[in-house]
């Protein structure tokens, strides 16, 4: 995997990890794919596996959103967050802590 990938890491309401966004722009087509990694409750959360899990994920099996015509680095994690939150395939501390940040990082 190349360097031209973000992380972000999702928190619970107390602001406790549980998870891990992996992001790569792709400019040219004006999209960023991601994927996510959650940790079980029981587990205690790992960042270096949790970015290794995210970041597989990325690469075999990528979500896509679309960014507008002119976008900055906000914009890119709020398209993101905004898709982690409509998508009701994904678990669901994933998406309760896309819509804190939503909540939180809205401008």
Known sequence: MNKNY???????KNGWTVGCVAMLLQSKERQVGFQLSVVNPADKFERVLARQLALGRLVEQPYFVSLPRQYNAHD???????????????????REAARRWLRVNSL
């Open 6 to 12: 973000r992380v972000m890491y999702l928190r619970d």
């Open 76 to 94: 890119i994690s709020e398209a993101v967050m905004v898709a982690i939150r409509n998508n009701s395939a994904l678990p669901t501390r994933a």
